[in-house]
């Protein structure tokens, strides 16, 4: 799902006809039981600076997953809040030279 959620809008109807222009996969491994997924988000459309070492960016991972019955939801940084939408509580990434 590719979202423009603005916390200072939360009623705005442009959020859902937003593209960031991402690239997604999975593969589902049935001998193992288990599945993997990847994105690719273009980086212009997470932050306008050009990528450089030294950079900061707040960051979270969701997963959200499952029928009613049986949803899960996860989250790399606790929210503490009942909405992934928190983000003063999301962790940081530093870029860095490699």
């Known amino acids: 799902m590719d979202l423009d959620i ?3 809008n939360p009623h705005q109807k442009d959020g859902w006809t937003w593209n960031s222009g991402f690239e997604g996969a999975a593969r589902i491994d049935e001998a193992k039981h288990t599945w ?3 994105m690719r988000i273009p980086f212009s459309a997470i932050d306008q600076r050009v990528p450089a070492a030294g950079n900061t960016l707040r960051i979270n991972l969701f997963l959200s997953q499952g029928a009613p019955a049986n949803h899960r939801e ?3 940084r ?3 809040k009942e909405t ?3 983000p003063e509580r999301f962790g940081l990434i530093r870029l ?3």
């Open 6 to 8: 603005n916390l200072h």
């Open 36 to 38: 993997s997924a990847a």
């Open 74 to 76: 996860l989250a790399w």
């Open 78 to 80: 606790a929210l503490m």
């Open 84 to 86: 992934f939408h928190v």
């Open 96 to 98: 860095v030279n490699k």
